[in-house]
């Protein structure tokens, strides 16, 4: 190829691959600012994917079918919540059953729908826009999840930051004990930012069997739901940092496909590895300032609150 041509189909399938963390990415970031730790995102973006594809193929509604696996990764949150805010179950005991429950439901369900191909997600084609040199179809080519992506990630931004229910958000992820006693329901808000982030995690799903790869296979997330969850504390909880990160180690899953296809001299797995070991790099690197995490992580997450106390 030359020119700019070889640019546009690398950016096309970076995008694909970031959406699906963004999502889930900025869905954690919303629970962990509440003051909630989930690790069950994996299980949350599979029960939405396959929820997603089932529905797409039975009704061929795409749009019922994203909002299907969004109530899908809701309800899979709904019973973290239960478990961990009602029955104060510890949270990341809870997360890791929610993702082995959402491996092993979402195998379940979608056994008779493995290999079957539905029609990808339609794209958007201005007429004069969509059709100009490289920026046309990286910018006026996408589907309608890649922009919902970036809207979230700026709606969030301004909840959390700009608004007093943010404020509130993030006083209860900072000091549950403190939001209690000037009369804010605690975990009625940590409910709905976990049931938020189990949406985002089912459309984030939904995005991977609808978009991604248009079909159903099992454990498609492929480890997706862990680098999200790096995602987080790589961005320091910052929304817009979340989008970034996200686009990074989407261009890193690219590049181990890029590299497989220039027939670089190293072993596939070894390819495939790499977003993975760049997840952990990352964490080790970032995790040798503990005071810069400290600063921006919530001072309550993870912790149990007790109202009587």
């Not at 261009?251 to 001299?265: E, K, P, S, V």
Request: net charge neutral.
């Amino acid at each position: 190829m030359n020119g700019f041509e070889w640019v546009v189909p690398v950016i096309l399938t970076v995008i694909t691959a970031a959406t699906p963390l963004v999502f889930a990415g900025i869905g954690e970031l919303v629970t962990e600012k509440a003051g909630v730790l989930n690790l069950g995102i994996e299980g949350m973006m599979l029960a939405g994917a396959v929820t997603a594809f089932v529905t797409a193929t039975l009704t061929g509604n795409y749009i019922l079918a994203v909002a299907a696996g969004a109530l899908a990764g809701m309800f899979m949150a709904f019973l973290f919540g239960v478990l961990t805010l009602s029955l104060m179950a510890n949270q990341v005991a809870t997360g890791l059953a929610l993702t082995l429950f959402g491996i092993g439901i979402s195998a379940l369900i979608g056994q008779d729908f493995v290999g079957e191909p539905v029609k990808a997600l339609e794209k958007l084609n201005i007429a004069g826009l969509t059709d100009l040199p490289v920026i046309g179809p990286i910018l006026f080519g996408q589907d309608a999840l890649v922009y919902l992506s970036f809207f979230v990630v700026f709606a969030v931004s301004w909840f959390l930051f700009k608004t007093k229910a943010g404020l509130i958000l993030r006083a209860v992820g900072d000091s549950h004990d403190a939001a209690h006693s000037i009369g804010y329901s605690v975990i009625g808000i940590r409910y709905l930012a976990v049931l938020f982030g189990g949406a985002m995690s089912g459309i984030g799903g939904a995005y991977l069997s609808l978009a991604y790869t248009p079909m159903w296979a099992e454990n498609m997330t492929a480890g997706r739901g862990w680098i999200a969850l790096a995602l987080i504390v790589f961005a320091t909880w910052k929304p817009g940092l979340v989008l970034v990160g996200a686009y990074m180690f989407g261009g890193i899953t690219i590049l181990q496909l890029h590299a497989q296809a220039a027939g670089l001299d190293l072993p596939s797995q070894v390819l495939s590895m790499l977003p993975y070991i760049a997840t952990i790099v990352v964490l080790v690197i970032i995790s040798k300032d503990e005071s810069r995490i400290r600063k921006h992580a919530p001072a309550c997450i993870g912790k149990i609150f007790h109202p009587a106390a």
